[in-house]
């Protein structure tokens, strides 16, 4: 068993899904909602489509998984993972930020930050989760700037839900309208890589453009 483990890549959706199965969206989805450096570098986006893709899966070779199992994993490690960064981010999130010598994580955090202030906590706090980077950091970055707890929670696992089901759902749907697409999962990892970064990429040539 310690082979198999160790050949396992945590940066890697379908390595993860192949080895772990639902439990790995659980862990992984937990740790990319709020823990920062750990959560900061795991597939999350790239690995519920996925999920999603191999709920639907024929009886070919590869992992199969259970649509139910998969969609309460994502929900549970969403939400109480956002609640767990925002409670680490309250009581104590500014010195880690502090002890960071990552220019991303800074550069994400500051995002958030500007996210949460430009739109209010509502709306930022459900939009945040779809933008990869900030949503790490943002559960943390809301609580160093003390956003009312129960504002966040209610609004946190709006958020989550709607971002986690609404990837699991749209792989799955994919799965069944197109024949053998699991086959494919890494071109289908990578054009979810694209379409995830496309608002920070477009939010960078606005600002370029302005200057």
Known sequence: MTGPLLAVDPTSGSSLLAT??????????????GLLVVGFFLPGDTLLLPAGVLCAAGTGPGPHLSLWQVMVCAAVGAVAGAQLGFLLGRHGGRAALAHTGNPRLRSAAARGDALLRRYGYRKA??????????????SPVA????????TFTVWQIVGGVLWSQSLVLAGFWLGG?????????????????????LPLLLRGHGRSGDR
Request: aromatic content about 8%; charged content about 10%.
């Open 20 to 33: 772990f199965g639902a439990l790995a969206v659980l862990v992984v989805v937990f740790a990319e909602s």
């Open 125 to 138: 706090i459900v939009l945040g989760r779809f933008v990869p980077l900030v949503r790490t950091v943002l």
């Open 143 to 150: 609580g160093m700037l003390g956003v009312p707890t129960r």
């Open 177 to 197: 309208a197109v024949p053998g697409i699991d086959h494919y999962l890494w071109a289908l990892v990578g054009a979810v890589v694209v379409l995830s970064l």
